[in-house]
């Protein structure tokens, strides 16, 4: 079959499954995914050897670590993706909601109710957990998904779907209400990004390139999830107790993810206290990746002990910690990596100006006690989540309660944030009436 028939067939596929997987009641719902995370965990021997073929390509390609971190699947992110599962299951119906109703003077009656939005494609990179995530909001929001997932990740995303199709075929749902384009052709998303007549909503899912791609070719509605240059600011009234444990967290934990932070900035009155033990805290957190840092022209010197343009330390571990002179754009950078960005600023109010003008509108946190500086650094921040003493690890759509998450928006039309159920649900209006006509 060529090309265009097989994309045009899956979208077929899709297009006629709406209704059905519209009319799925929350218990045939539930239930289904439900069995869906039980079979996960137990086929989890499948999944993780497809994802170990996904892995040994990575390696022979010279992957960097922070995208074989996110390739990599373990029993624990296997069990993850089933809570995940097991979560949006716990969650309200979000289908045939009424969101608002009200009266005329003539006597019709309107409800606005939510409804599916149908069919929801996701282009995706590497990451395979995405497969199980889309599909859980996707069937719980009564719509149907069809994935395009990397080449990277191409066995271990067949893997996940002959897992959901089974726990499908079992409960007598069809299983074009999950569709994977499992052909790593480039030319098929060309093709896959055309089918506005039978798509609803296109949702690209990973780095600048894919995303700017999808947003300039797609003729299918997209909402845009962004890249994140996420920012913490020590602001000169932080506690010296959430200090380090906030930066380690969101720069360390997980580098290969947008809400990782890569970015620092500091008031100029506890730069010289606070950024010596910055760096070797960032040093030491994972001693065999030291974190390299892009220091600005006045917190060179003081990460570095001398007027020399860059300087050289040795982890615990024995590898060693570059501390370098900043250019304008590392200041604007994901960098995905053991690597962070410094400046110092005067006050608040610069702090502000430095994180509008270099963020992505991805997260963003200030660390303070200063009730003052927070309402104003929550109010003009212009992201989609804004933190205050928190590590902004914490956008993700799980740890928002939303069960798991279909992408994180960094746009402002319809969806900001992370992405949940009512994110990618539409509505219509209903109107009842006595016979009034119009005059």
Request: charged share 25%; with cysteine.
């Amino acid at each position: 079959m060529e090309l265009h028939d097989y994309i045009i067939q899956i979208c077929e596929k899709a297009k006629d499954a709406r209704f059905e997987t519209a009319r799925l009641t929350e218990e045939q719902k539930n239930a289904l995914l439900a069995a869906a995370a039980d079979l996960l965990v137990r086929r989890a021997a499948d999944i993780l050897s497809a994802n170990e073929e996904d892995m040994k390509r990575a390696v022979e390609k010279g992957m960097s670590d922070a995208l074989q971190d996110r390739l990599r699947l373990t029993d624990a992110r296997i069990r993850q993706m089933a809570e995940g599962l097991l979560e949006v299951a716990k969650l309200p119906d979000p289908v045939g909601v009424t969101l608002d109703s009200f009266e005329r003077p003539n006597g019709m009656r309107l409800k606005k109710i939510s409804v599916p939005m149908g069919v929801i494609g996701i282009i995706f990179e590497s990451r395979p957990n995405v497969t199980a995530d889309a599909f859980a909001l996707c069937f719980k929001a009564g719509s149907c998904a069809i994935l395009k997932g990397g080449s990277d990740a191409l066995s271990s995303n067949r893997a996940i779907v002959d897992v959901l199709h089974e726990a499908l075929r079992a409960a007598g749902i069809t299983e074009s209400a999950l569709q994977l384009i499992d052909v790593t052709d480039r030319e098929a998303t060309r093709i896959f990004m055309q089918q506005r007549e039978y798509v609803d909503l296109l949702i690209p899912r990973g780095g600048a390139g894919l995303i700017r791609s999808v947003v300039e070719n797609s003729r299918i509605p997209v909402i845009e999830t962004g890249v994140g240059n996420c920012h913490i600011y020590v602001d000169k009234a932080a506690d010296p107790a959430k200090v380090l444990p906030i930066i380690i967290n969101a720069k360390t934990q997980r580098i290969g993810v947008c809400n990782a932070a890569e970015s620092l900035v500091i008031h100029e009155a506890v730069a010289e206290e606070y950024l010596p033990k910055i760096a070797e805290a960032l040093r030491e957190a994972v001693p065999e990746h030291p974190v390299e840092l892009r220091a600005d022209k006045a917190s060179l010197p003081l990460l570095t002990g001398s007027d020399l343009p860059e300087a050289e330390f040795t982890s615990s571990s024995g590898r060693i910690q570059r501390i370098l002179p900043a250019s304008i754009d590392d200041f604007g950078k994901e960098y995905l990596d053991y690597i962070m960005s410094v400046k110092i600023v005067g006050d608040v109010r610069e702090a502000i100006d430095h994180i509008n003008r270099y963020h992505t509108g991805h997260s963003d946190c200030i660390i303070t006690e200063d009730p003052a500086a927070a309402a104003l650094f929550l109010k003009e921040i212009d992201s989609a989540c804004v933190y205050h003493n928190v590590s902004t690890r914490f956008t993700d759509g799980f740890e928002f309660g939303f069960g798991a998450e279909i992408g994180i928006s960094t746009q402002k039309l319809h969806a900001r944030g992370p992405m949940g159920l009512r994110e990618i649900m539409s509505y219509k209006y209903t109107i009842e009436g006595d016979g009034q006509i119009r005059g």
